[in-house]
């Protein structure tokens, strides 16, 4: 087969493993500052809170920032392209509606590393929340209104 810049050959030899801890980046359409508006990041926040409370996932730690978002979740019975497609769908719905448009919000596709037992979870974890500081959005992650991490 040969290889374009479809976003769709991302997925080529992706594997879902149900327990499997995740690593997973999705970015916001032309890279737009969506969530600058926290009001909006919590609509996305809503989605992930949905998608736990009906055992698809477990979040340990997630950010949203304000062109993309980083979670490291562990899978239950479903795909990472499951899980990701309700995320998008159903945030791009919520956020749109609230902005009164239409079209794309998330980029097609998305950047997943399965977590190697060797790897250390709670670093990944605090990796993922520091994003913000990284940034320069704020100094402290505390003062970061959009991520949560399960051991807080």
Known sequence: MPVSSNAGHLRIGRFSEPGRIYLITTVVHQRQSVFTDWRMGRLVVQELSHTQEEDWVDFLAWVVMPDHM????????????????????????????????????????????????????????????????????????????????CWL
Request: charged share 30%.
């Open 70 to 149: 980083h979670c490291l979740v562990q899978l239950r019975d479903k795909t990472l392209a499951e899980l990701m497609c309700r995320i998008k769908s159903r945030s791009s719905l919520a956020v749109n509606q609230a902005l009164e448009r239409q079209g794309r919000l998330w980029q097609k596709g998305y950047h997943d590393r399965a977590v190697r037992r060797e790897d250390d979870v709670k670093n990944l974890a605090r990796y993922v929340i520091a994003n913000p500081i990284r940034a320069g959005l704020v100094d402290r992650v505390h003062d970061y209104p959009l991520w949560d991490a």
